[in-house]
């Protein structure tokens, strides 16, 4: 309450997740396995790894893969493409690429992987035991 916080919002009983990260799901490419692993990571130092995200966390590494696929295409082809009559018109692909950002930036707010999402994040403080901060 001191820092503005609404008694009625704070949430006391949140159900907690069962320990341990997710496992990579089968059907992600090479690519995918990349993203997986630092995206897995990155949530892991901020302790917000949980296998109950497995599925929403596919979803995002799916978005971010198509993304980059479809910005290289955005790349080698340019915005602007000519049809089979000769009209410029804009290349599909910019429609994918727009999608698959917004995909990926709402999926990115629910693992606070957003600068503007991480704000609003609490986790426990880990007490930083004394001999590793004396040899660390």
Same mark, same amino acid.
């Given at each position: ?45 901020? %302790? ?5 995200? *497995?599925?929403?966390? @596919?979803?995002?590494? +799916?978005? /971010?893969?198509?993304? &980059?696929? #479809? ?37 990115? %707010? ?5 600068? *503007?999402?991480?704000? @609003?994040?609490?986790? +426990?403080? /880990?007490?930083?035991? &004394?001999? #590793?901060?004396?040899?660390?």
């Amino acid at each position: 309450m001191l820092h503005g916080e609404k008694p009625y919002r704070i949430n006391n009983n949140e159900p907690q997740p069962a320990q341990g990260t997710p496992d990579p799901p089968e059907e992600l490419s090479e690519t995918g396995r990349v993203i997986w692993a630092y995206v897995v990571g990155e949530l892991t130092a901020m %302790r917000l790894a949980h296998r109950a995200d *497995a599925h929403a966390l @596919h979803a995002y590494v +799916e978005a /971010v893969e198509l993304h &980059a696929h #479809a910005s290289a295409m955005v790349h080698r082809a340019g915005p602007l493409i000519k049809d089979r009559d000769g009209a410029v018109r804009t290349n599909p692909a910019v429609r994918i690429q727009r999608e698959a950002a917004r995909t990926m930036l709402a999926l990115a %707010r629910e693992f606070g992987l957003t600068p *503007a999402s991480r704000v @609003h994040l609490q986790t +426990e403080q /880990v007490a930083e035991d &004394a001999a #590793a901060r004396l040899l660390g």
